[in-house]
């Protein structure tokens, strides 16, 4: 039997209360994260549920927080670009409130110039066989690191006229 395919032996919710603090307070978690891993715990719903609510109760969960923390990182850190960060957020299953805050998060002179280093970085090391598809290539790779493409063809003009 491998590991993945072993029973979990059910923990009492006195034990899973002492993990999940500890899983909380490490980094910042989205209610998903905690509520996967109360369950992987062998907790039954309404234990799930009681000890979801008193983590948000006790401040060890907060959904706004995540999101700023979470939008933070990941552009700071990973480069990614609003659309991608978004995206992301919904699939921790936030409301569009908490996404809305988390991006505000991004400052939009930081974001643009972090863009336009990143346009710069990649057209530098990009070959292509004409100035076109060189081009193409380098929106592309912004564009899918989540980056408005309106914005990504306006900043990587003006790099291709200077």
């Known amino acids: 039997m491998t590991e993945e395919s072993k029973p979990r032996k059910r923990l009492p919710p006195t034990e899973a209360w002492a993990k999940i603090q500890h899983y909380c307070a490490y980094q910042e978690r989205s209610h998903r994260e905690v509520k996967e891993k109360l369950y992987s715990y062998g907790l039954f719903k309404n234990e799930v549920e ?8 006790e401040g060890f ?27 992301e957020l919904q699939q921790h299953g936030l409301s569009p409130n908490c996404i809305g805050r988390g991006l505000k998060e991004l400052d939009p002179r930081d974001y643009a110039q972090t863009l ?18 060189r081009k193409n290539k380098v929106a592309r790779y912004a564009i899918g690191k989540g980056y408005e493409p309106e914005l990504v063809w306006r900043i990587l003009q003006e790099l291709l006229e200077a």
């Open 61 to 87: 969960l907060n959904e706004e927080r995540f999101a700023k923390a979470f939008a933070g990182g990941k552009f700071r850190m990973k480069k990614w670009g609003r659309l991608k960060i978004e995206r």
């Open 116 to 133: 336009r280093t990143l346009l710069a970085k990649k057209l530098k090391s990009t070959p292509a066989p004409s100035p076109y598809a």
């Open 50 to 57: 009681e000890l979801l609510t008193r983590c948000i109760t």
